[in-house]
């Protein structure tokens, strides 16, 4: 019980923070009760962002059904920070 509800406040913490982030960023992130986040960019393309993802060894997918979305599990603290950090780049070398 205590790791069951350990791993939901640290999904819920995470969460919080990849999408406050991701909003920092300029993308739009819908809400979810789940461990992972859906969101877009208004000027980069879904398919940029991953592929620039990718080729830092970053696994995102794009959201089947939705067009120009990507879907993001939520992680460790390190492994949102590396992604924040990796997103980052990808959107400064695609000139947003």
């Known amino acids: 019980v205590e790791h ?22 300029g993308c739009r992130v819908w809400p979810s009760q789940a461990n992972f986040v859906l969101f877009s960019h208004a000027s980069v393309p879904a398919q940029t962002m991953i592929d620039g993802l990718m080729a830092q060894a970053i696994i995102v997918r794009p959201a089947f059904g939705l067009d120009n979305h990507i ?10 920070a590396r992604l924040v950090e990796s997103l980052t780049a990808v959107l400064n070398q695609a000139g947003d």
Request: charged share 20%; no cysteine; glycine share 6%.
């Open 4 to 25: 069951r509800q350990r791993t939901i406040a640290n999904n819920a913490a995470g969460k919080l923070w990849v999408t406050e982030q991701l909003t920092r960023l």
């Open 71 to 80: 879907r993001l599990s939520i992680g460790t603290p390190e492994q949102n």
